[in-house]
């Protein structure tokens, strides 16, 4: 598509140069120009020859044309109308809105004889216009718009009727332009192929060639010049092809056509996770969850139409079911912490502000909150950990995991304790395993390194880990947080007097382990094995 900047003094030294391009060679082809106007452009395709009558057509003859079309083009020359009108395309090539926009057309200096008539009735018109200063009526000013249009339109048939471009309608030269350097690939016009022999032969070229660019433009232009049955069976046959507008609507954000698209090739759990990656993005979680909504109703409906209904597979459904759920709990879990910070009733929220909206967590990060924030509240509340804990069914790893730190954080021990002595998630207490001993689903290790974090007191994480049985064990995690008091009381157990005799010359005078070291070592009633 050729191209001016109608902005520069490009197109003035074209019109005025280059005696060669002014020949009156006919168009034997149907091509596009482009006469571009800063922010607007006219598009004229153009059809055989140009419409003489048309190209002469005088401004006195613009005078009764109030009941026509804006934009006028003759029978046998087709011309897309401007987005604007000629006043206003032409008002954008300027930016001081005092000079008259005809201006660009009647300053060209020795026109050549195919523009010399325009050139003339644009100075003639432009003159007119600047020594009639007083208040136009609305007929006027709509006469003054069409004789722009007429002029404008003519300037730019003239133009391209002097120099049409050279387009090749070979596919093998027309791929190999587009596979070549970027200015080159910018002249290529490929509408000039029409029939759809013509493009099948151009897609298949730019498939067999290999070029990633050369191929999205051509199925780029396939998209936009075929309906949607024909595109779908010309390029379901070169899956290559389909691959590379995939991409290209992803990396520019066009998820609207991507949607299109997945749905006419029948990719039914790409277009599904597109939909969710739609959802997902939504920063207003009450928007967030009504997309999701509709995408669960769309996949569950029975009577929906097939165009719009979603395939997945029941465990996509319950996973995007369980998303709802746990978004519409944490909105509400978010309105009850409005209230109490509103109402200063929660000193947790005003003691450790939230630095992230509840919304953004995952499940366990949920549960975790509740725990933490509202640690007082009652069984079936929504802000209650044990409404998550039977909502989403989490296992018992899952419940310790945010129980322990939340409760840890807060320096609430004896919850620890209870929590690991019961065996039911669900609240059905049956009472000590034994001799106290305890379940740790997270693992002793994790345990201790958690109370560890939240520098915990040395007989708390001590009674924790004399609740692992293997003795090794038991020692090394105790190494690991350096709890001494586990060695001492390990010992004991053991009857182990000579190690707690080598122990003793480590430890801190008036410690809480030598207390106990001491208190065992004068104990005459402990029957030691060595």
Not at 71 to 90: D, L, R
Not at 471 to 489: G, H, N, T, Y
Request: charged residues 25%; glycine residues 2%; aromatic residues 8%.
């Amino acid at each position: 598509m050729a191209r001016f900047d109608a902005n520069s003094a490009d197109l003035e030294n074209f019109i005025s140069t280059n005696d060669d391009f002014w020949d009156d060679s006919k168009i034997t082809s149907n091509f596009d120009f482009d006469l571009s106007f800063g922010d607007g452009s006219l598009k004229c395709e153009i059809d055989n020859e140009f419409d003489a009558e048309f190209l002469s057509l005088e401004p006195a003859k613009a005078e009764g044309v109030q009941n026509k079309p804006k934009n006028p083009v003759s029978s046998s020359a087709s011309c897309a109308a401007p987005s604007k009108s000629g006043v206003q395309v032409m008002s954008s090539m300027f930016p001081d809105k005092n000079v008259p926009p005809l201006i660009a057309i009647a300053k060209v200096e020795k026109p050549k004889p195919a523009l010399k008539p325009i050139v003339n009735r644009a100075a003639d018109y432009s003159k007119k216009v600047s020594q009639n200063v007083t208040e136009k009526t609305a007929d006027q000013k709509f006469l003054e718009e069409e004789r722009c249009n007429l002029l404008l339109e003519e300037f730019s048939r003239s133009l391209f009727h002097s120099n049409p471009p050279k387009i090749s309608l070979r596919p093998d030269e027309v791929v190999r332009k587009l596979s070549s350097s970027q200015k080159i690939s910018d002249e290529v016009v490929l509408e000039v192929f029409r029939s759809l022999s013509q493009k099948r032969q151009l897609l298949e070229k730019a498939c067999l060639h290999g070029d990633g660019n050369c191929i999205t433009r051509i199925v780029l232009f396939l998209r936009k010049s075929l309906s949607d049955s024909v595109f779908r069976r010309l390029v379901q046959h070169y899956p290559i092809a389909l691959n590379h507008l995939v991409v290209f609507y992803k990396a520019s954000g066009d998820l609207q056509s991507l949607e299109r698209l997945y749905k006419l090739f029948d990719r039914n759990s790409e277009l599904l996770f597109l939909l969710l990656r739609k959802a997902n993005n939504e920063s207003n979680p009450n928007t967030k969850l009504a997309a999701l909504q509709t995408i669960y109703n769309r996949i569950q409906s029975t009577t929906l139409d097939s165009k719009l209904k979603l395939i997945a597979t029941q465990l996509d459904a319950e996973l995007i079911n369980e998303s709802i759920l746990l978004l519409d709990a944490q909105l509400r879990i978010s309105t009850v912490n409005d209230t109490c910070e509103k109402k200063k009733t929660n000193l947790i929220l005003l003691n450790y502000p939230l630095t992230s909206p509840i919304t953004s967590h995952s499940v366990i990060s949920t549960a975790y909150h509740c725990d933490f924030y509202h640690p007082n509240s009652s069984l079936g509340e929504v802000n209650n950990s044990d409404f998550i804990r039977k909502t989403f069914k989490l296992t018992e790893k899952q419940y310790q995991w945010p129980f322990i730190t939340a409760k840890a954080r807060l320096r609430q021990w004896a919850p620890i304790e209870t929590a690991l002595t019961q065996k039911s998630l669900f609240g059905i207490g049956i009472g000590n395993l034994g001799a106290n001993r305890s379940s740790c689903a997270i693992g002793y290790d994790n345990l201790a390194r958690v109370l560890v974090e939240q520098e915990a007191p040395a007989d708390v994480i001590a009674k924790h880990l004399m609740q692992v049985r293997n003795v090794e064990e038991r020692l090394s995690i105790a190494s690991s947080v350096q709890c001494q008091l586990v060695f001492v009381m390990t010992y004991i157990e053991q009857r182990n007097r000579v190690e707690l005799l080598r122990l003793k010359d480590r430890l801190t005078p008036g410690s809480k382990e030598m207390h106990e070291l001491q208190k065992a070592l004068e104990n005459s009633s402990i029957k030691w094995k060595n």
